[in-house]
């Protein structure tokens, strides 16, 4: 990847993609795919049949597919993102540089390379990445995970259960 295109991959997104991407869906939504019907089921907010789907729906489900609420967010996302783009090749600061930010990071081992990169502010270690172990809505649900890590990798970083609980409560309550 080029330093341009790594440098500008924030803004990939245009409208112009995004209203084809909708319409493409919405299409595919009429035909009765079953593909398209999932992402339906999957992204849309409320309930909505084959037979009523609309291009508003479509564009919802393209929304949330990326993670923003709905089509006036994206749309306002890619505009500030145009906006934001344009400020930083006429040499400005982006607009969030002077803003207090906080990275969470699995681990401190690359804090000093992020540093070196450029990354400005606080730097927390969080070692308990959601995408590891059972993801429950109890409220012990922070025991289950110790239980899951200890279990899993404990022995091999050199960490009992007490200590493994100790340590994601107090990195759970350093982020709350």
Request: glycine residues 6%; contains cysteine; charged residues 30%.
């Amino acid at each position: 990847m080029s330093d341009h295109s790594s440098r500008y991959a924030a803004f990939r997104l245009n409208l112009t993609q995004q209203r084809k991407r909708a319409k493409e869906l919405l299409k595919a939504l009429q035909a009765q795919d079953p593909e398209a019907a999932r992402r339906l089921t999957r992204f849309h907010p409320r309930p909505t049949t084959l037979s009523s789907v609309r291009l508003a729906d479509a564009q919802c489900v393209i929304a949330r597919k990326l993670g923003l609420a709905s089509w006036p967010r994206l749309l306002r996302h890619i505009e500030a993102s145009i906006a934001t783009k344009a400020r930083i090749d006429r040499g400005r600061p982006a607009p969030d540089k002077r803003l207090a930010t906080l990275h969470l990071r699995c681990g401190t081992d690359i804090e000093p390379t992020l540093r070196e990169a450029g990354f400005e502010g606080d730097f927390q270690s969080y070692t308990d990445p959601l995408c590891g172990g059972p993801i429950v809505r109890t409220p012990d649900w922070l025991e289950l995970r110790a239980d899951y890590i200890a279990g899993s990798v404990g022995r091999y970083v050199g960490l009992d259960r007490t200590a493994i609980s100790t340590r994601l409560h107090l990195e759970e309550n350093a982020i709350a």
